[in-house]
């Protein structure tokens, strides 16, 4: 009976305390509960620094063998974020929220500015990560291998290494504009209006959607072709040439499926367009032939593999190295550094003579 009443007694006190008003101010007042919740977050919060800056990055930045100067960029960045959540926790536990601004649409507090500053203290760190640590090491372990997945050499690194971080930068920032349009409760109608039947808005949330969906499908192709192809192609020791092709029909691929899902996300109906694009290719298609000749020439090159990237080839005279096939023409280097662009029906339709085409022995005189 002395153990169980000083048990109550206990349970008595500590709610009592959970309830107990500490401070007061005006009509801001906190007590015991939110006072020990409010320390509890803080520790919590405190510890999750503690593991990120002095376990997790530091695994990374060995990882990824990032200089000095990277290393204190990041542990900056993560900093405020940390900041932030402290704010915010403080906030959400003492229940102190001012409104800034309200009508009948969306209502802006202090905490609604604290979690957009944190959603973009995010968008940094992210690009940070992603384009200057990760794919950065990424990029400098290719320069030290003998037979690198990307073509073109130390500056050919560069230049898609830097294609590619600019490409994160703008994937993860309008992502973080498409949350803080949410969080704001904020979407500008550029059109509104009937078109046949049918209403239609456009708004910028769609149009920063469909932005999204092209950038991650660049994103998605360069991590297929370079991630996955590229490890295949060293290990089957593929010609260049095999490599180009295959990579220009995973692009295509990609960027078409990503087409159909930007325009769904716009609002347009596929099915409309599917019907209606019948008829206008039948009328584009006459003046454009040539354009459309050319762009079927050179997938069937790619698909072929009659003339690939690398291949010493003879056209009317002229005699060049194939440096790229593209959708409608392709680059051809002379032995006088001349680069040279050739439609690519000229491939198809004329008479080529590839240098080149099965073994690379041949007779000069």
Request: with cysteine.
């Given at each position: 009976?002395?153990?169980?009443?000083?048990?109550?007694v206990?349970?008595?006190?500590?709610?009592?305390?959970?309830?107990?008003?500490?401070?007061q101010?005006?009509?801001?007042?906190i007590?015991?509960?939110?006072?020990?919740?409010?320390?509890?977050?803080?520790?919590?919060?405190?510890?999750?620094?503690?593991?990120?800056l002095?376990?997790?990055?530091?695994?990374l930045?060995?990882?990824?063998?990032?200089?000095?100067?990277?290393?204190?960029?990041?542990?900056?960045?993560?900093?405020?974020?940390?900041?932030?959540?402290?704010?915010?926790?403080?906030?959400?536990?003492s229940?102190?929220?001012?409104?800034?601004?309200?009508?009948?649409?969306?209502?802006?507090?202090?905490?609604?500015?604290?979690q957009?500053?944190?959603?973009?203290?995010?968008?940094?760190?992210?690009?940070?990560?992603?384009?200057?640590?990760?794919?950065?090491?990424?990029?400098?372990?290719?320069?030290?291998l003998?037979?690198?997945?990307?073509?073109?050499?130390?500056s050919?690194?560069?230049?898609?290494?830097?294609?590619?971080?600019?490409?994160?930068?703008?994937?993860?920032?309008?992502?973080?504009?498409?949350?803080?349009?949410?969080?704001?409760?904020?979407?500008f109608?550029?059109?509104?209006?009937?078109?046949?039947?049918?209403?239609?808005?456009?708004?910028?949330?769609?149009?920063?959607?469909?932005?999204?969906?092209?950038?991650?499908?660049q994103?998605?192709?360069?991590?297929?072709?370079?991630?996955?192809?590229?490890?295949?192609?060293?290990?089957?020791?593929?010609?260049?040439?095999s490599q180009?092709?295959?990579?220009?029909?995973?692009?295509?691929?990609?960027y078409?499926?990503?087409?159909l899902?930007?325009l769904?996300?716009?609002?347009?109906?596929?099915?409309?367009?599917?019907?209606?694009?019948?008829?206008?290719l039948?009328?584009?298609?006459?003046?454009?032939?040539?354009?459309?000749n050319?762009?079927?020439?050179?997938?069937?090159?790619?698909?072929?593999?009659?003339?690939?990237?690398?291949?010493?080839?003879?056209?009317?005279?002229?005699v060049?190295?194939?440096?790229?096939?593209?959708?409608?023409?392709?680059?051809?280097?002379?032995?006088?550094?001349?680069?040279?662009?050739?439609?690519n029906?000229?491939?198809?339709?004329?008479?080529?003579?590839?240098?080149?085409?099965?073994?690379?022995?041949?007779?000069?005189?």
């Amino acid at each position: 009976m002395f153990l169980k009443s000083n048990t109550c007694v206990e349970l008595t006190n500590m709610e009592n305390f959970w309830s107990k008003i500490l401070f007061q101010v005006g009509s801001f007042q906190i007590s015991g509960g939110q006072l020990t919740l409010g320390i509890l977050l803080v520790l919590g919060l405190l510890i999750l620094d503690w593991l990120v800056l002095f376990w997790i990055l530091p695994k990374l930045f060995r990882r990824f063998q990032v200089e000095q100067a990277r290393r204190r960029q990041v542990r900056r960045r993560f900093q405020p974020l940390f900041l932030y959540g402290i704010v915010l926790s403080w906030m959400w536990v003492s229940k102190m929220d001012h409104t800034l601004y309200e009508d009948q649409i969306r209502r802006i507090n202090v905490s609604t500015l604290i979690q957009g500053l944190m959603l973009w203290q995010i968008a940094f760190i992210v690009d940070l990560i992603l384009g200057r640590v990760i794919l950065r090491g990424f990029f400098k372990a290719q320069e030290n291998l003998k037979n690198p997945i990307l073509m073109g050499g130390t500056s050919g690194l560069q230049r898609t290494w830097n294609t590619s971080n600019r490409y994160i930068k703008y994937a993860v920032y309008v992502m973080t504009c498409l949350f803080l349009l949410r969080l704001f409760n904020t979407d500008f109608t550029f059109f509104e209006g009937k078109i046949g039947k049918n209403l239609y808005a456009l708004r910028i949330s769609n149009v920063l959607g469909a932005a999204l969906v092209i950038l991650l499908a660049q994103l998605v192709i360069w991590i297929v072709v370079h991630l996955f192809l590229g490890n295949f192609y060293r290990r089957r020791n593929i010609n260049i040439g095999s490599q180009f092709a295959f990579n220009q029909l995973v692009n295509y691929l990609v960027y078409f499926v990503a087409g159909l899902i930007a325009l769904h996300f716009v609002g347009v109906n596929i099915t409309v367009i599917a019907g209606g694009a019948v008829a206008l290719l039948v009328g584009v298609g006459i003046g454009l032939q040539q354009t459309f000749n050319d762009f079927f020439s050179g997938i069937l090159l790619l698909f072929e593999r009659s003339i690939e990237v690398g291949d010493w080839v003879e056209i009317d005279g002229l005699v060049g190295k194939v440096r790229r096939i593209g959708p409608r023409t392709s680059v051809v280097q002379t032995r006088d550094n001349r680069s040279v662009i050739v439609p690519n029906s000229m491939l198809v339709v004329n008479n080529v003579t590839n240098w080149s085409h099965g073994d690379d022995l041949a007779r000069f005189r």
